[in-house]
């Protein structure tokens, strides 16, 4: 009976592992051979910015959209890097007694589990409130909010596990509160970078915030308070769209998209090996 | 005796605060001179204060919350809980080695370079100096001048032990505090750790938090039994071995109690 147990037990463990790669691999398979095509057939879509007609199968492409996400997330996240690491910092540090670091860390969980559509309103009140359109600022500022809860989590997290000594000989060796921090978090880096890629991954993904805060503008963004739009919006526009080339176009950006996830999560990756040679397992 | 010498500890007193019912006692009323240029060595059962006693002496503790201190500690004439004492010109001066070794998530040269870089804005020759004289003075030069610039992580514990004596002695500090520093260490690597340290006594006091009688006996100095946060007993190790005059202190010798 108990080993039968046991088999019953691997064979689920099997099929759920082969789930989950089949789905991933069904979802990457789709996108990446759809736009792949996408992209063959007319290379121009990633370079140029939509013409009039665009969504009614024009000329034109969804460069602008490439351009407002990155001038977005790139932004939003290090503000939020360096937003969460001194909230990290502070929460485990005597200025903050154990009961107000638990509120705060209930907080920061109820964050992140809020929908960024209800960010979005937030900013767009926001923006009605002093009689401003939507633009890039209000749209990094949507995603800060998305952003914080996460990686200051997940700095959190890395922080409280370096081992304790090694604040205590940090301080032994005379050194202030600042550089004790740095060292701190230096030990902590491939937690912290872990933590980025997460809060990066929601941003560059997160339509819902963009719409209402930034727009859904079908020319290249200007400055801070130009409007602009991010390619989830692009992709849920063109996906919409009547016209089958155009719906193509949806593969094409989701393709890009997904370039980017890629690119980012491997030098992460490597990123946190190169870190992760200095710390000490237990 | 010379002014100034050594550390004078005066009705030191620590509490844990608990969960606001009642404060924790670790330290009551100590009173004690740890001579300079000397190995002296705390020991004790677990629990009787050593380790808040000797994290008493660059106040380590004061990065903790809930930490209460009375009583003065005076290192070179000054009081070291006096509010307006710098505590980093402090811990330059008191050096700590933990028990488990912590190498810096750096390599082995910025591990012994970082802290001199700190307080006195070395070049990088001037910290080439430093760090082979150190790393000479710890016997680890010979096993890592080819691979200065390697993460310390890669050493092996015992190298990371010496690695971190380096680091405080770099600095130049004038006392060490050492806590359980060979508890971590394989027989052979403790050996050269008290080796090391019996070189250094010449140049630094050092305090010793040990609950290994024998190595108290290799060591040997001035020793303090703490227990239940009172300091029952001190004196020179012969002394206190051959004719301990408190029973506690005569169980412990004798292992009936640990």
Redesign the interface.
């Given at each position: 009976m108990r080993y039968l147990e046991e088999k019953i037990v691997k064979i689920l463990m099997i099929s759920s592992i082969f789930a989950v790669l089949g789905s991933l691999l069904f979802i990457l398979f789709i996108t990446i051979s759809r736009g792949w095509v996408s992209i063959k057939e007319n290379p121009g879509i990633i370079f140029s910015t939509p013409g009039p007609r665009y969504l009614l199968g024009g000329e034109g492409g969804f460069f602008h959209a490439i351009a407002g996400s990155l001038y977005m997330v790139v932004p939003s996240t290090i503000i939020s890097l360096i937003l969460a690491c001194l909230i990290a910092l502070f929460l485990q540090s005597?200025y903050s007694?154990?009961r107000v670091s638990e509120i705060i860390r209930l907080f920061m969980d109820i964050l992140w589990g809020t929908p960024s559509i209800i960010y979005g309103l937030f900013v767009l009140t926001i923006l009605i409130s002093f009689h401003q359109r939507g633009c890039l600022l209000a749209g990094i500022v949507a995603l800060i909010f998305l952003e914080l809860p996460i990686i200051t989590r997940y700095v959190d997290e890395s922080i409280s596990s370096t081992?304790k000594?090694?604040?205590?000989?940090?301080?032994?060796?005379?050194?202030?509160r600042v550089?004790v921090s740095k060292?701190v978090l230096?030990?902590s880096?491939s937690g912290i970078i872990a933590g980025v890629l997460i809060g990066l991954g929601r941003a560059l993904g997160d339509a819902a915030s963009i719409i209402f805060t930034t727009g859904a503008a079908s020319t290249m963004p200007k400055g801070l308070f130009s409007s602009g739009t991010a390619l989830p919006v692009v992709i849920f526009q063109q996906a919409s769209s009547f016209y089958p080339s155009v719906r193509d176009h949806a593969y094409a950006a989701a393709f890009i998209l997904i370039i980017i996830i890629l690119v980012l999560s491997i030098t992460s990756r490597l990123l946190q090996k190169k870190?992760s040679?200095?710390?000490?397992g237990d | 005796m010379q002014k100034n010498n050594g550390i004078k500890i005066r009705n030191l007193n620590i509490y844990y605060k608990n969960n606001r019912k009642s404060d924790f006692s670790a330290l009551h009323n100590i009173n004690l001179d740890i001579p300079k240029n000397h190995i002296t060595i705390i020991m004790g059962p677990s629990g009787s204060g050593k380790t808040t006693l000797l994290?008493s002496l660059?106040r380590?503790h004061?990065?903790?919350?809930g930490v209460k201190v009375s009583g003065k500690v005076i290192i070179d004439g000054e009081d070291i809980y006096h509010p307006m004492h710098l505590?980093?010109?402090?811990?330059?001066?008191?050096?700590?080695i933990?028990?488990?070794p912590?190498?810096?998530?750096?390599?082995i040269y910025e591990n012994v370079a970082?802290?001199p870089k700190?307080?006195n804005r070395l070049n990088r020759k001037e910290s080439d100096v430093i760090v082979e004289k150190v790393l000479k003075k710890v016997n680890l030069w010979e096993e890592v001048k080819d691979r200065l610039n390697q993460?310390?992580?890669?050493l092996s514990v015992g190298q990371?032990q010496r690695l971190?004596i380096a680091?405080?002695i770099a600095?130049n500090p004038d006392i060490l505090?050492c806590d359980e520093i060979t508890s971590a260490l394989d027989p052979i690597s403790s050996e050269k750790v008290e080796h090391l340290l019996l070189s250094l006594k010449e140049e630094y006091t050092i305090v010793l938090v040990s609950h290994m009688l024998r190595q108290v006996k290799r060591l040997g100095g001035y020793v303090i039994f703490l227990y239940m946060g009172k300091v029952l007993e001190q004196g020179n190790m012969e002394e206190l071995f051959n004719s301990p005059r408190n029973k506690i202190t005569q169980q412990y010798i004798k292992g009936v109690i640990s």
């Open positions: 005597e007694s154990k081992p000594e090694l604040k205590e000989i940090a301080y032994s060796m005379g050194l202030t550089e060292i230096k030990y880096t870190f040679k200095y710390t000490v | 994290k660059n380590l004061s990065i903790n919350n505590l980093p010109e402090l811990r330059r001066k008191v050096g700590l933990s028990q488990k912590i190498p810096l998530p750096l390599s970082y802290g700190i307080h993460p310390a992580a890669d990371q971190s680091r405080a600095i505090l």
